[in-house]
């Protein structure tokens, strides 16, 4: 059974650091690329990154790019998303996903429960 | 980056009505079009991919079509556990990848 669960959430100030980490089991990791997908409360889904499942090509959105960075370790089988500088508009919960490709993106065949990203003074 | 506009925003029926959800893109995505249900307080679910394929175990009662611009979710006869927020998404030019702004399928 595949599982992904995220971690790492929490309130932040603006302008500051977190990192998020999802630990996935129950397929072979390396095989799939992975996706941040983010919520904005009441608000509609927005994609955030994506990484490869050799973790050597990333992609990101535009209103993150700069300023959050994709990784994974195919050895912990785990998903990373460090974001720093952040923003009031980051606040979001924030999915891991699996996409059912390896270096294409495509779609997101399983997902996290998320995890709550606060950014606030 | 390709724009795609979700209609209506909300969608009032009655259990085992039929429903019939909208997904327009700014530019053609072929066939390559998902659509995926969450209900609150948890993850989204992936329904259909590449316009009409069904994912393992979602029911017959939900079925997708369309292609180009222009796409459609079709919900049968609606049961209890249908009334969720409905996404669609492409993956024909990415990055990014893009999401509709979703349609509510909330109860009469």
């Known amino acids: 059974e595949v599982q992904l669960s995220e971690s790492g959430g929490g309130l932040v100030q603006p302008g500051g650091s977190l990192r998020l980490s999802c630990a996935a089991s129950g397929f072979t990791f390396s095989s799939y690329a992975m996706s941040w997908v983010r919520q904005a409360p009441g608000k509609g889904l927005e994609w955030v990154s994506a990484?490869?499942?050799?973790?050597?090509?990333?992609y990101y959105a535009d209103s993150v790019r700069g300023r959050f960075t994709i990784s994974r370790d195919n050895s912990k089988n785990t998903l990373y998303l460090q974001m720093n500088t952040l923003r009031a508009e980051d606040t979001a919960v924030y999915y891991c996903?699996?996409?059912?490709?390896?270096?294409?993106?495509?779609?997101?065949?399983?997902w996290g429960q998320g995890t709550l990203v606060t950014v606030s003074s | 980056e390709i724009v795609l506009t979700q209609s209506p925003a909300t969608l009032s029926l009655s259990l085992g009505e039929r429903a019939t959800l909208s997904c327009r893109a700014s530019q053609s995505v072929t066939s390559y079009l998902a659509w995926y249900q969450q209900k609150p307080g948890q993850a989204p679910r992936l329904l259909i991919s590449?316009?009409?394929n069904r994912a393992p175990g979602i029911p017959a009662r939900f079925s997708g079509s369309g292609s180009g611009t222009d796409f459609t979710l079709i919900i049968s006869s609606l049961e209890p556990e249908d009334f969720a927020v409905y996404y669609c998404?492409?993956?024909?030019?990415?990055?990014?990848?893009?999401f509709g702004g979703g349609t509510k399928v909330e109860i009469k």
């Open positions: 998404q492409q993956r024909s030019n990415w990055p990014p990848l893009t």
């Open positions: 590449d316009a009409s």
């Open positions: 990484i490869s499942g050799s973790g050597g090509d990333t």
């Open positions: 996903a699996q996409d059912r490709g390896r270096s294409a993106l495509y779609y997101f065949d399983y």
